[in-house]
Each structure stands twice: as C-alpha cells, then as structure tokens.
C-alpha cells in the first residue's frame, strides 16, 4: 500500500528533525569533549569492574563501602602503574624522536634512490616523500600526544569514577530490559577487549625483545593500547617499529623482516581468529559502520575518540532498536537489510 501524502511529509519531518539533532548533538559533544571525554572514559572503566565489586558484596558478603574502595584502589594501582609505564615508554620515545626522525628520512632517501619517482610522476622525489615523511612522524606524535592527554586527565577520570562507583548499587541493576541490554553488551566487549589486547601487548613487547628492538616495551605498551582501535588500531602499532629497526646498523635484515612480520602475523590470528571467537557479535555493528564510527568519533574527540568509538556505536545501535522511529538506523548499523 502506498503511502499516502501526510505519511509522506511524516517522514519528511521526521528525517529532518533526526538530522538536525544529529548535528546539534555532534557540535554539543565537541563543545563539551574537555568534560564529556574523562566522564565516559570513567563510565566504561565502571561497567569494566563493577563485576569485581559485585563479587565483593554478593559473594564475600563484604559491606558496600568496603566494596567501593576495595574497587577503587584496585583501579587507582592498576591505573597508575600503568600510567608510570607508559609515561617511562613515551619518555623513552621522545628522547629518541630525533633518531626516529631521521630513520625515516633514510628510508625516504633510500626510496627516491631505488625508485625513479621524478621520471615516473613528474615531479621532485622529495615533493612526494618528504610528505610522507612527515605525516608518519605526525602520526607518531599524535599517538604519544593522545596517550599524554589520556593521562593528564586521570585525576579527572578518578574523580568521576568514584562518583560512579560510590552511586552504583548492585540491587537496582535491572535484570531485564535496555539497561541490562547495554550493561551485558558494553561489559562483555570492554573486558574481553582488554584482555585480548593484554595478549596482544604482552605477546608484541616479549617478540620484539627477544629480537633484540630498541623500545620494545613502548611496542608492546602501544599494542595494548591501539589494539583498542578497530581495524586501523593494530596496522599502525605493527608499522610503529619498521623506522627504529629498518635502518638501525645492528639490526640485521633478518631480524628487522622477523619484527614486522612476526607481531604482524601475531595481530591478524588474534584480531581474526581469537577475538571473534571470544567477542561473538557482542556489539553487532557491521565493518563499515565501524570505521565510518572511528572516523566520526575521531573528529569530534581526537583520538580518545577512536578507542570509545566501537563501543559508543553499539550503545546508539541498542537505544535505536527500541523506538519504531529509530529502528531502521539500528539494522544499518548492524548490517542488516531493512525490513517493513
């Protein structure tokens, strides 16, 4: 049956109103990121331990409060420790950029020695590599600034995570309906997540060190870290060493292959094997949706933004599917077709 013309400008409206929200909200959250950033950072760290203080009061009959700062020292360790890790591994990098930078400009110079890029394309070698040179060593400082942010925000972090905690009561979570739908979603991701990306950090930093690479912790530490990003996450702290081992005079070209190739190959079995076996379709978002969520969420909190992006999405997924309105947002961002 064809719609007749008021259902018709329904929809109309109603497109247009969603798309005006939409924006509205964008630039809220973009205004608002020095703020919103560290409380949803210590909203997922809360749903990632929140099982933990559970266990305290409901198995070692341990009292609420104790529960709650039991949790939160727990946190506070394990957050400072490491904090102080990767503030000793981005020291460690800053305190080499100037060699990392000039790894890269060899290896540039090597590529305009080996390649006619000057016959091939017209132009100067360095016009297209001295570019490339620099949005490499733009990427590198992006991470180490994005790490550095995350860090400078942790007192703030800490703050609103006791709040969190301190507010949470095990008898209220519901046992049916969205919220749990959310909660079972979110908590099950964030901790599989983590200890995949724990495997993947340990496994890279034991691998590069057995190889003899300079700042093989700072490797492992960033595996960890970026393996928190889909998709583009684990190809930029593959590529993360290829500069310090590529040129490096005690390096041999065995070992510099067997850096790249083995954390490489460690990456795609568990990014492909191991965590779809462990996650299952816990978020339930399509490929595309999630780098367009990488991409978007990027833009509006930098690369915070990037490790929050999977797990937002997938909360917007669920929220979408409850409303009639909505529902055929939440099939796009599963990858369903449409149905109705």
């Given at each position: 049956m064809e719609p007749t013309a008021d259902q018709q400008e329904g929809r109309l409206s109603t497109a247009c109103l969603l798309t005006i929200t939409f924006i509205l909200v964008a630039v809220a959250l973009y205004l608002l990121r020095e703020v919103m950033v560290p409380l949803v950072l210590a909203a997922f760290i809360m749903l990632a331990v929140t099982p933990l203080m559970d266990l305290q009061t409901r198995?070692?009959?341990a009292p609420r409060g104790?529960?709650?700062?039991?949790t939160l020292v727990l946190c506070i360790v394990v957050l400072v420790l490491f904090g102080l890790l990767i503030s000793a591994s981005v020291e460690q990098m800053a305190s080499n950029a100037s060699?990392?930078?000039?790894?890269?400009?060899?290896?540039?110079?090597?590529?305009?020695?080996?390649?006619?890029?000057?016959?091939?394309?017209?132009?100067d070698e360095g016009e297209v590599l001295n570019p490339m040179a620099e949005v490499i060593g733009r990427v590198v400082k992006g991470t180490m600034s994005?790490?550095?942010?995350?860090?400078?925000?942790?007192?703030?972090v800490l703050i609103f995570l006791i709040f969190l905690l301190g507010g949470h009561r095990p008898e209220k979570v519901p046992t049916t309906?969205?919220?749990?739908?959310?909660?079972?979603?979110?908590?099950?991701?964030?901790?599989?997540?983590?200890?995949?990306?724990?495997?993947t950090g340990v496994l890279v930093?034991?691998?590069?060190a057995a190889l003899g690479v300079d700042m093989a912790v700072a490797f492992g530490l960033f595996a960890f870290v970026l393996n928190f990003i889909p998709n583009v996450g684990s190809v930029i702290s593959t590529l993360l060493p290829l500069p310090?081992?590529?040129?490096?005079?005690?390096?041999?070209t065995t070992v510099a292959v067997l850096a790249i190739a083995i954390p490489g190959a460690l990456q795609f079995a568990i990014g492909n094997v191991l965590e779809p076996r462990l996650l299952g379709t816990?978020?339930?978002?399509?490929?595309?949706?999630i780098l367009v969520a990488l991409i978007f969420w990027s833009v509006i909190w930098g690369p915070v933004g990037m490790l929050l992006a999977a797990p937002i999405t997938a909360i917007l997924r669920i929220l979408f599917s409850k409303l009639d309105v909505t529902a055929p947002l939440a099939n796009i961002l599963a990858g369903r077709p449409m149905t109705g």
């Open positions: 198995y070692l009959k104790v529960a709650v700062v039991g060699t990392y930078a000039a790894q890269i400009d060899k290896i540039t110079n090597r590529i305009s020695e080996a390649l006619p890029l000057e016959k091939l394309l017209g132009t994005a790490i550095g942010a995350v860090l400078g925000k942790g007192a703030l309906g969205t919220r749990r739908e959310i909660r079972e979603s979110i908590q099950g991701y964030l901790i599989t997540k983590t200890i995949v990306s724990a495997i930093g034991v691998t590069l310090v081992v590529a040129l490096n005079p005690e390096v041999s816990s978020l339930d978002l399509h490929p595309i949706v």
